[in-house]
């Protein structure tokens, strides 16, 4: 389905609010970026969406890997690794599980 929620640019908004100050998100539409400044402030979207006042501050960076620092994917997208770590991390992750294995299997000798 496609929608305005869900497709098109990632944008990179300024959200303002009188009581909670100044938050960046990234998000599809200025509505979008509100609700979501709302949602991180913990604030009750009724009361305060009204004060808030979102500007649009250009294209949503990409993602910067948190292992190697590469940017990667597309602007917005909230992935903490890129394809190449993820893989090196589930690589470990299934070696972890692996010696796992072999411990319990020592055991019951
Ligand atoms: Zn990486």
Redesign the pocket.
């Known amino acids: 389905m496609i929608n305005k929620e869900t497709c098109g640019p990632v944008y990179r908004y300024e959200v303002r609010n009188p009581d909670y100050g100044v938050l960046e998100v990234n998000h599809l539409s200025m509505e979008g970026a509100i609700r979501e400044a709302v949602r991180q402030w913990g604030a009750d979207w009724r009361t305060t969406a009204c004060d808030c006042t979102a500007r649009k501050l250009g294209s949503a960076r990409k993602p910067r890997?948190?292992?190697?620092?590469?940017e990667?994917g597309r602007p917005g997208d909230y992935a903490a690794?890129?394809?190449?770590?993820?893989r090196?991390n589930e690589q470990r992750r299934k070696e972890r599980a692996a010696r796992k294995e072999d411990r319990r299997a020592g055991m019951r000798k």
């Open positions: 890997c948190r292992r190697c620092g590469r990667f690794y890129c394809p190449d770590c993820e090196v």
